[in-house]
């Protein structure tokens, strides 16, 4: 299932698809063209039952610097409603549920910055690994927005509770490596240099694992992490993240 793609470069070894974030020069930023081709990806993986993992990186010195934010002014200079930045939001949202809900079980494999909607992307993958480099640092409100891309509050507070992600959120500090194991936002941390060798240890075992028995494994987990979940709040994410850039627009256009 290797296709050519504008921000990706995929690879397919026998059960183990590699995606990789190619544009480096905006920091592997997450622009529309690029949540497109992850979109197109991960809907061929769930239509493959002979990918059993699917290893997320980003070239380049970082793995994701966030979402693109010369797209999101572009987007509101061209139109101040914020309709194409539903679109966005949308979009993301999907990529996110996606790389959660894929019967394939999706890897992040993390090295220099991890900002914002990077984060959002690498804690909606099953397993994260992590050079022991990397800096994370959730932004959106010293930016001026809600943390609303891709529906990634629920999950952070799911995977790492509810008060220290408050912190974070707050105060829109970096946090290291070890803080982010600490919060079980990484699995694993190594040197940079081992990172393909951790990677390794996690899919040598599941290319021999039955594929119908992972996808009601993930199926079930991901029952149970949202049984406490009266109402998916994340799904207004689009309309929050657009209404308050409108808004803010507004603001100094006033």
Partial sequence: ??????????????????????????GNS????????????????????????????????????????????ESLAADPAGTGLR?????????????????????????????????????????RAGADTCRFRLPELAVGVAPAWGGVLPRLMNEAGAARIRELILTAGNFDAATAKELSLLHTVVPEEELDSAIARWTKPLVRRSPSALRTAKLMMNAYANANRLADASLFDAELLSSALSAAQYARRG
């Fill in 30 to 73: 997450l622009s529309e063209p690029l949540l497109d081709d992850l979109l197109t990806v991960l809907g061929a993986v769930q239509d493959d039952p002979g990918i059993r993992a699917v290893v997320l990186s980003g070239a380049g010195a970082d793995f994701c610097l966030g979402a693109d934010r010369q797209e999101f002014a």
């Fill in 87 to 127: 679109v966005l939001g949308n979009k993301a949202r999907r990529v996110c549920e996606a790389l959660s809900t894929t019967g394939a079980v999706t890897i992040a494999r993390l090295h220099g910055g991890v900002i914002g909607a990077g984060v959002a992307l690498a804690v909606f993958c099953d397993l």
């Fill in 1 to 26: 299932m290797i296709e050519h793609f504008k921000t990706l470069v995929v690879q397919r070894e026998n059960a183990v698809l590699t995606v990789r974030l190619n544009t480096p020069e905006s």
